[in-house]
């Protein structure tokens, strides 16, 4: 399981030009699932989510992670994270979980992160989405499980 995270001011989901969901300071996490990934994987990665730390503390160093801060969390599917771009000039989505079980981790994800923190965002599995973001630094990692 993938999460590219980006340390962001604020950060925004549109669908059909309507803004679904959208968070102010804290992380963006597009998450990508690969075919072998689990529960165990989800459960892994939302732990580095949560604690890897990227935010400034007092001294301008990155000490602090998005609880310590009382940031949020905007989640959003992307299967083109878990993409082989080692051939050619068009990248190839084999190493992508199937589309129903990538939803069912996505979803898996999400809930125990709800249980995790209060400040909670997400995009729509699989929709056509406009993300808007301000990326703060810009700091942007990106995470395996």
Do not use: C, W
Request: charged share 20%.
């Amino acid at each position: 399981m993938l999460a590219l995270i980006q340390r962001v001011k604020s950060a925004s989901v549109e669908i059909n030009g309507v803004e679904t969901a959208s968070i102010e300071q804290g992380l963006l996490v597009f998450l990508g699932v690969e075919k072998d990934d689990t529960q165990e994987d989800a459960n892994r990665l939302l732990h580095k989510v949560l604690a890897y730390r990227v935010f400034s503390d007092t001294e301008g160093k990155m000490n602090l992670n998005v609880q310590d801060i009382g940031g949020a969390l905007l989640v959003v599917s992307q299967f083109t994270l878990a993409a082989d771009t080692n051939k050619g000039l068009r990248p190839s989505f084999s190493s992508a979980k199937a589309p129903q079980e990538a939803r069912q981790l996505y979803e898996y994800f999400l809930q125990e992160a709800s249980q995790q923190t209060t400040r909670l965002a997400s995009g729509e599995f699989a929709a056509d989405m406009q993300i808007a973001l301000i990326n703060d630094g810009p700091v942007t990692f990106l995470l395996q499980s």
